[in-house]
């Protein structure tokens, strides 16, 4: 079997073995999407203007972010790379025939999938039958969920690239603590997990757009109700794909560099 | 096949004292020492030799095995090993080797043994019917059919340990670096680990390279040693001439019935003393060993005598001393 794809496996097999963690995981995301959508639910009543999204749409996008949680969050991080980093047990990673980026983008793939498989059905089937308007509702046609699996499936790709960001400044801060805190924040912020996208000013959706964030949340989602066409959504993928490659490139020339200076701690 | 010339890495290391007005002022200047790690290294060994590679503690051992495994790049100097040099070419060269290194672990923690060794199978590329005859040639020298289905947090330290060999060795590595491999091994565990570096060296012709603070795992398997201190090598010879360097001592241990005193042999000085032993340190090329037996015996009634050579860890300390480190 390829290296990559047989770490993903052993991987996402050791991911499935945390069933308290699933289970715990999933009670909070039932419970904050519930209080998410109750929120927009008041706020929908006693506002004046006309929104940018209905609040069918907006219980949808709250429920595909819950469910999806572990495919967009920035702060869901593997705590065996920051060790391997700190403790200096990198030195095994090294020593073996493979590149050390695509090891552990394999590695944080299947960290993601793993998690995400084992809540997201539940929360999926309790929030489709959910009275309206709390439930997450079906996307309008059958390409529509086909491009939104896509589109989702790339988001994964593109945040994964970018959360690898954090693993490599590690090497320099020597503590997870700062970068994960300061790009989970932002990346929180700017992906539509915080505020959905459609909601913000008009300066601040711009300034979301130029940034690869909500190519990872914000942009699946809005795939999924409709409210992104289907020709926009094909667009869409080609800078999914862009700024996939764009990160990746980066991010391997800037772990180079970290492993040229590696310093292996502790002796 | 291993060819080290020059080799020089430094490191920058913060330093401060201890104490809270200290630590405040290291906030805004840190203060920064550079440490050489490794000064000057050069030496060459060849294909199938067992190397034993000793210092005191921070001397540069685990820097020199790490450069030639191709984790730290060196400030300067030249590596030729197996044709490659290791931090250039990492990824084609690492195929060759296998790497201990005893205080970290290789092993996935939450999974059994037997999934970690599939993925190195796959990352080394290993053929199937390859990995089932090492698999099954390690797991008997080594002790692992019970060990194997556990999960890695569950196993001792000593069973852990093993698993780890067999793991650098799946791949039919040339040659071996083993950064204290015998670190926290009961003596059953240490023996077999022993022999079974001893066996691969002599049957596959695996190149080893160790380092250790055990002297007992040199003596029994290093025909060679190279010594560093403070970063510098400072002896490249086989035991037998280190022996002979420092080797005229000699311990006499000599049982005896109850003597009230303790009997001075002139030519030797006695290292301990009780009514019915004592321990007496000898140069031979001064005093021969039959002519303080025969002194002793004059005064004594002799019960059971032995004579040892000097330990392996006194030549070491004579040589550390030799070179004020």
Redesign the interface.
């Known amino acids: 079997m390829n290296p990559y794809l047989s770490v993903l496996k052993l991987r996402f097999i050791s991911g499935l073995q945390y069933r308290a963690a699933a289970l715990a995981g999933m009670a909070t995301q039932l419970f904050f999407g519930l209080i998410f959508i109750m929120v927009y639910v008041a706020f929908y009543a006693n506002s004046t203007a006309e929104p940018s999204m209905s609040l069918e749409q907006l219980a949808t996008y709250v429920w595909l972010q819950q469910i999806f949680l572990a495919f967009v969050m920035l702060w869901f991080r593997d705590n065996e790379i920051f060790q391997l980093i700190t403790s200096g047990n990198i030195a095994y990673e090294l020593c073996r025939p493979c590149g050390i980026y695509s090891f552990w983008y394999a590695k944080l793939l299947a960290q993601r999938l793993s998690s995400a498989i084992l809540r997201c059905f539940p929360i999926l089937l309790i929030a489709f039958f959910l009275p309206a308007p709390y439930n997450l509702s079906l996307p309008p046609e059958g390409t529509t969920f086909v491009l939104f699996l896509l589109t989702l499936l790339l988001g994964l790709a593109v945040n994964v690239a970018i959360s690898m960001f954090i693993y490599i400044s590690v090497f320099w801060t020597m503590s997870p603590v700062g970068s994960t805190l300061i790009i989970a924040v932002i990346g929180e912020f700017l992906s539509g997990m915080i505020i959905p996208i459609p909601l913000m000013p008009e300066w601040l959706q711009n300034i979301t757009y130029a940034l690869p964030f909500r190519w990872t949340a914000d942009f699946p989602f809005r795939v999924y109700s409709g409210q992104i066409s289907q020709t926009e959504a094909l667009w869409g993928i080609l800078i999914q794909l862009i700024w996939l490659a764009i990160l990746i490139v980066l991010g391997r020339w800037c772990l180079r560099r970290a492993l040229r200076q590696v310093v292996v701690q502790g002796g | 096949m291993i060819e080290l010339q020059g080799i020089n890495k430094s490191?920058k290391v913060a330093r401060r004292t201890a104490g809270f007005g200290q630590a405040v002022k290291a906030l805004f200047a840190r203060e920064h020492t550079i440490v050489e790690a490794l000064h000057n290294i050069s030496f060459d060994i060849s294909p199938g030799e067992i190397v034993g590679y000793i210092g005191p503690n921070?001397a540069g051992k685990?820097t020199t095995i790490?450069v030639m495994?191709?984790?730290?790049?060196p400030d300067s100097g030249i590596c030729q090993i197996l044709g490659y040099t290791p931090w250039q070419d990492?990824?084609?060269y690492?195929?060759n080797?296998g790497?201990v290194?005893g205080?970290?672990?290789?092993l996935?923690?939450?999974?059994p043994v037997i999934?970690?060794f599939?993925?190195l199978r796959?990352?080394?590329?290993i053929p199937s019917a390859v990995y089932r005859e090492n698999l099954t040639l390690l797991t008997e020298s080594l002790a692992l059919s019970d060990i194997l289905q556990t999960p890695v947090r569950q196993l001792s330290l000593g069973q852990r340990m093993r698993c780890e060999i067999a793991a650098s060795l799946l791949h039919n590595p040339q040659i071996l670096f083993l950064d204290e491999p015998t670190i926290g091994l009961d003596a059953n565990s240490k023996i077999a680990v022993r022999q079974f570096i001893k066996t691969i060296n002599k049957e596959r012709g695996v190149t080893v390279i160790l380092t250790t603070h055990d002297m007992n795992d040199i003596e029994a398997l290093a025909d060679r040693i190279l010594m560093i201190g403070k970063g510098t090598l400072l002896y490249d010879g086989t035991l037998v001439d280190l022996r002979s360097r420092f080797g005229s001592k000699r311990i006499v241990t000599i049982d005896y019935h109850e003597h009230a005193e303790p009997v001075d042999v002139e030519g030797t000085s006695c290292l301990s003393w009780t009514p019915e032993r004592a321990v007496y340190s000898v140069d031979i090329d001064d005093v021969p060993v039959a002519s303080i037996i025969a002194k002793l015996s004059e005064q004594i009634e002799l019960v059971d005598i032995g004579i040892g050579t000097t330990p392996v860890e006194e030549l070491i300390l004579e040589l550390y001393k030799e070179h004020q480190i």
């Open positions: 490191f921070g685990s790490k495994s191709g984790i730290l790049v990492r990824t084609s690492v195929r080797i790497v290194f205080q970290r672990t290789q996935w923690w939450d999974v999934d970690s599939g993925l796959d990352i080394y590329k």
